[in-house]
């Protein structure tokens, strides 16, 4: 067991070391908020508030299950930040996503469309998609693939579309296989192929893509889930 990770439980119930052990991690955490905001950050800004309380919700709320603190940590505070200049943003919600970027009605190029994409939020780099993207592609790593893996794991054809969306559906309105996925970080095919009598193949070939969509659709992710329109019917039937 780390060092590290004993004196994050140890701090959890002695309030003297735990002022001690934030303090060590200010360095760790300024270099964390500049590398999130991509910019200068001082203690006198509020994303120093923001990260340093989070930094003090993840001692606070980890455990040796959760893995090495630091990683988790940073998650933490990462999550905390994106929602913080989520909630700031002046910025339009004008759509800056092609509507088929997830749903794709066409035989259009898909990488042209993962290329427009990236193009569009590098030009706005605090506006509320890239936020959110950024805030998915992490949550994503956990499970072994990227953002840009969608591009190839998108249905094409109208029956599969509606098939990953029963998959997506299912899993969203049950908390227990929603849990059961974060935590394992294992997509319960046979649980859904039997109750929705599904082919397994598309499941299986489409896995990164239902993960993603219950990722979406079970989080707070207000603009990537306009584009799962298939998933929105789903969920209101």
Same mark, same amino acid.
């Given at each position: 067991?780390?060092?590290?990770?004993?004196?994050?439980?140890?701090?959890?119930?002695?309030?003297?070391?735990?002022?001690?052990?934030?303090?060590?991690?200010?360095?760790?955490?300024?270099?964390?908020?500049?590398?999130?905001?991509?910019?200068?950050?001082?203690?006198?800004?509020?994303?120093?508030?923001?990260?340093?309380?989070?930094?003090?919700?993840?001692?606070?709320?980890?455990?040796?299950?959760?893995?090495?603190?630091?990683?988790?940590?940073?998650?933490?505070?990462?999550?905390?930040?994106?929602?913080?200049?989520?909630?700031?943003?002046?910025?339009?919600?004008?759509?800056?996503?092609?509507?088929?970027?997830?749903?794709?009605?066409?035989?259009?190029?898909?990488?042209?469309?993962?290329? !427009? #994409? %990236?193009?569009?939020?590098?030009?706005?780099?605090?506006?509320?998609? *890239?936020?959110?993207?950024? $805030? +998915?592609?992490?949550?994503?790593?956990?499970?072994?693939?990227?953002?840009?893996?969608?591009?190839?794991?998108?249905?094409?054809?109208?029956?599969?579309?509606?098939?990953?969306?029963?998959?997506?559906?299912?899993?969203?309105?049950?908390?227990?296989?929603?849990?059961?996925?974060?935590?394992?970080?294992?997509?319960?095919?046979?649980?859904?192929?039997?109750?929705?009598?599904?082919?397994?193949?598309?499941?299986?070939?489409?896995?990164?893509?239902?993960?993603?969509?219950? !990722? #979406? %659709?079970?989080?707070?992710?207000?603009?990537?889930?306009?584009?799962? *329109?298939?998933?929105?019917? $789903? +969920?209101?039937?």
């Amino acid at each position: 067991m780390r060092k590290t990770d004993l004196n994050a439980i140890k701090a959890q119930n002695d309030k003297a070391f735990l002022e001690e052990f934030i303090s060590g991690y200010e360095p760790f955490i300024m270099h964390l908020t500049h590398k999130i905001t991509g910019r200068y950050i001082s203690k006198s800004d509020d994303q120093w508030s923001v990260s340093l309380s989070a930094f003090n919700e993840a001692i606070m709320s980890y455990s040796f299950e959760k893995g090495s603190f630091i990683p988790f940590a940073e998650k933490v505070v990462r999550r905390r930040l994106y929602d913080y200049m989520r909630k700031q943003s002046n910025l339009s919600l004008e759509v800056l996503i092609n509507p088929h970027a997830f749903e794709n009605d066409s035989d259009e190029d898909q990488t042209a469309i993962t290329h !427009e #994409i %990236m193009e569009k939020i590098a030009v706005a780099p605090n506006n509320d998609a *890239k936020l959110e993207i950024d $805030e +998915l592609a992490d949550i994503l790593a956990d499970y072994g693939f990227s953002f840009s893996d969608l591009v190839s794991v998108s249905p094409k054809a109208l029956k599969t579309r509606k098939a990953c969306a029963k998959a997506i559906a299912h899993v969203v309105q049950s908390p227990v296989l929603v849990s059961e996925l974060r935590n394992k970080k294992y997509l319960p095919i046979k649980v859904i192929t039997d109750n929705l009598h599904l082919p397994r193949k598309i499941i299986e070939r489409h896995r990164k893509y239902i993960i993603a969509g219950i !990722e #979406i %659709m079970s989080g707070n992710y207000p603009i990537l889930s306009e584009y799962l *329109k298939f998933v929105r019917e $789903e +969920l209101e039937r």
